[in-house]
């Protein structure tokens, strides 16, 4: 089995709902839980984490939060939504089941399941 990653952030209601749904399915075991506030993804680990989304750099981006508004963007290349989510972790979609592998985006939380089937 693929050591899974749960990005999470303890303040997201659908994160919340994805590591309860994680842990009754594995028990506790078999996934690490990784708190991107606290500890944020840089660079290159966005961009790695971007090519094993589906929708790439723009499904990470939390287009919604007011830090994204106040960067005026228009039309932002995929360099430059990695760069505001590095310097700005809260801009990252939440939350993110990943197996190195794939990643999918937990919304709705039963969206990740798909990486238990293959993990």
């Known amino acids: ?17 994805t590591l309860a749904l994680l842990t009754a399915r594995l028990e506790g075991d078999g996934f690490e839980t990784v708190r991107y506030l606290e500890d ?5 680990q966005l961009e790695a984490l971007a090519a094993r ?4 750099a ?3 981006t939390r ?9 005026g963007l228009v ?3 995929d360099a430059q939504r990695l760069d ?11 939350p993110i089941l990943d197996d190195g592998k794939r990643a999918v985006i937990g919304r709705p939380p039963e969206d990740v399941l798909v990486l238990l089937s293959d993990a």
Do not use: F
């Open 84 to 94: 505001a989510i590095a310097a700005t972790p809260k801009l990252m979609q939440r």
């Open 75 to 77: 039309d932002p290349s």
């Open 53 to 56: 989304v589906k929708g790439g």
């Open 63 to 71: 287009e919604n939060e007011a830090e994204w508004k106040t960067l």
């Open 1 to 17: 089995m693929s050591i899974l990653k749960l990005y999470h952030n303890p303040r997201c209601s659908k994160s919340r709902e």
């Open 58 to 60: 723009r499904a990470l």
């Open 40 to 44: 944020p993804l840089d660079r290159e």
